[in-house]
């Protein structure tokens, strides 16, 4: 049996802000994405969520304050807490949260993505 | 605003099996563990547990086969199959799982660690 070789799922995708579901634990999701620009402001108002840096780095920006994370650093973001997601070079990031959660939460709009297994 | 820092975190403790939960997402934690030897053969009758490795490399048996995972690859264990996490050299390990589980599941014994948030 083989593991999920985070890198080499990160390589069999090219496009900005779209989440690869890569593994399931009960109704939570692993999902694998990769940003770059900036990303819609939102929250969820059901749900924390995970942001694990892999390569790159990601600034979190909140309406009070900010958090920058580099490889091997994560963040939670709380439910309901406003947040948008920036990076200025391309950046892989790996999200932890409930399978049902939607990208784009309460803002909705073009960047918002279907759940998509990789 | 400061990142968890996974490096960081894991300089902060050397016993092994014991897991530290560093961050929690709803009901969730993510847990760091270092490993060295063999632990309990166990099974979590209620949830599923997902192994990231960070470093080193773990080998997880099952009854009927095992996995090898190395730094960047991950499994996740489905809820009520026995697993026994093996490693010869000192391995670290990020886990998800629900803040609840206990790390020797239905084994119990000597191994059973508390809840340590760190």
Not at 12 to 16: L, V
Not at 51 to 68: A, C, K, M, P, S
């Given at each position: 049996?083989?593991?999920i070789n985070i890198s080499e799922k990160l390589a069999?995708?090219?496009?900005?802000w779209s989440p690869k579901t890569v593994a399931t634990?009960?109704?939570?999701?692993?999902?694998?994405?990769?940003?770059?620009?900036?990303?819609?402001?939102?929250?969820?108002?059901?749900?924390?969520?995970?942001?694990?840096?892999?390569?790159?780095?990601?600034?979190?920006?909140?309406?009070?304050?900010?958090?920058?994370?580099?490889?091997?650093?994560?963040?939670?973001?709380?439910?309901?807490?406003?947040?948008?997601?920036?990076?200025?070079?391309?950046?892989?990031?790996?999200?932890?949260?409930?399978?049902?959660?939607?990208?784009?939460?309460?803002?909705g709009g073009e960047l918002t993505a279907e759940r998509?297994?990789?």
């Open positions: 049996m083989r593991g069999q995708f090219s496009e900005h634990i009960n109704d939570y999701d692993v999902r694998l994405v990769k940003v770059q620009g900036e990303f819609v402001r939102h929250n969820h108002a059901d749900t924390d969520e995970l942001f694990l840096v892999i390569d790159g780095q990601l600034t979190i920006r909140f309406d009070d304050g900010e958090v920058t994370l580099g490889p091997g650093e994560l963040h939670v973001v709380p439910r309901g807490v406003y947040h948008q997601p920036i990076s200025e070079g391309e950046t892989s990031i790996l999200l932890f949260e409930p399978s049902v959660t939607v990208n784009t939460g309460d803002a998509t297994p990789l």
